[in-house]
């Protein structure tokens, strides 16, 4: 017998079947539409390809995140998650952000470090930083492979200081063909699947705001207004598109200017415990 588990985004009983072609259990809300794989036993860590594979829009979004954050008089601060190698953090770099990264691979970190990078082996959902820390925390598909992406987010928001942004992707598991979950396309590393609706909400449920819709530029946010979420593909985007050729959801979070719910709710135990 499998024991039931609760959906992390709504509390759903979810439902498990078999990943076909592996051992693997996977887990779907029937209430949300939100995918959690069971890890794979022999898969404990993160496999890692040295392969450059920069983005061909970075600079405008590091500079739409900047002028967003125009206010600050403090060096930017960011923080790319699971890094790789680290050619993000030399964009920002030389646009004179001080960039930092962590990645759970040791190789990756090693790589980072003798290109002159201020990398740590850590991982998404332990930072080795202090609260409040940076303007911008960078995650590119980093959500969906993370042990518990609600902690994940936690973390991130953490770290950032107030009005700071999170930049968030992940696989839109709406773009892929098969509609049968068990023959959904689950790689050893993938944890979660998310779909254009549960995303958003998810990060909401962390502490999250939509930031302003001015960062990833005008196209990608066309439904914004409907569907809170853009995912892109076509034309102009397709250097975006990973090397499976699967459709990436992208979201610029903020972390709320007034107290969250949560901060609240820490703040009434922190009186209380004085
Ligand atoms: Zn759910």
Known sequence: ??????????????EPHLIQGSTRRLWTCQNCGMFHAEKEEAAATLSFQPREEGRSDSETILSRMK?????ETTQLRMLHVNCHLGQMLCT??????????VDPRRKAVDL????????????????PFES??????????VIDRAENAGRALKEWKRV?????????????????????????????????????KNLGRLAERSGFEFAAPNILGEK?????????????????????KNSRGESILELVMRKPLSGSGEANHSQRNSARAA
């Open 132 to 141: 409040s820390s940076f303007h911008v925390v960078y995650a590119d598909q």
């Open 160 to 196: 950032l200081r107030t009005g700071g942004l999170l930049y968030l992707s992940a696989i839109n598991w709406e773009s892929k063909s098969a509609s049968d979950v068990s023959c959904k396309d689950w790689t050893a590393e993938q944890r979660f699947g998310f779909t254009t």
């Open 92 to 101: 920002a770099e030389k646009r004179g952000w001080k960039a930092l990264g």
């Open 220 to 240: 990608r946010w066309a439904g914004l207004l409907d569907s809170v979420v853009s995912s892109f593909g076509g034309g102009n985007r397709r250097a975006n």
């Open 112 to 127: 980072c470090r003798s290109r002159g990078l201020s990398v740590f082996h850590a991982t998404a959902e332990r930072l």
């Open 1 to 14: 017998m499998t024991a039931m588990r609760p959906c992390q985004l709504c509390e759903t009983e979810m």
């Open 67 to 71: 002028a967003t954050l125009s206010q």
